[in-house]
């Protein structure tokens, strides 16, 4: 299994980029995964309905199931968020885990940027940057790519995804 994040402003086209990617992925044979991480309080329950209330209750974790599909809800009730190693050993093993979000944490990453956006390349001041998907010219030694050139960017993503064991162990360097 391996892990490689998109990085970059809000705004710059992440979850769209890779909205395109996945079923490229797929395409090729591949198991793909997502962790994305929200800044702020969200809920993937609905208020009022039995799971909600299940939480609002007071328990520490909820599954839901169905024959499409289940999820796992785990509320920490004041305990520190989780960090991304912990996250990761929660997933079924897939061929590729792409993380949204989590910049603080020494995963490799693709700079997702485009120029409409106005905001600054964030690869100056992130080492974990190891490429750009983009729509603008950018003048590094990074390999780019453009963000609708969806094979281009599929195989950048690929070779720069890192083995989950090391990205674990380069986060607990960190701690």
Sequence with gaps: MKVIGLAGWSGAG???LLTRLI??????????????????????????????????AGAAEVLV??????????????????????????LSAVDLVVVEGFKREPHRKIEVHRAANDKPLLFPDDPGIVGIATDATVETRL?????????????????????????????????
């Design 23 to 56: 079923p490229h992925f797929n395409a090729q044979g591949l198991r793909v995964s997502v962790i994305k991480h929200a800044h702020h309080q969200f809920d993937v329950d609905v208020p009022g309905k039995d799971s909600w209330r299940h939480r609002e």
């Design 65 to 90: 199931a169905s024959s499409n599909r289940w999820a796992l809800m785990h509320e920490l009730r004041g305990a520190a968020e989780p960090r991304l190693p912990d996250l990761l050993s929660k």
């Design 143 to 175: 390999p780019t790519v453009h963000l609708d050139d969806i094979p281009a960017a599929a195989a950048l993503l690929l070779r720069a995804a890192m083995p989950v064991e090391e990205a674990v162990a380069k986060s607990a360097a960190m701690r």
């Design 14 to 16: 992440k979850t769209t």
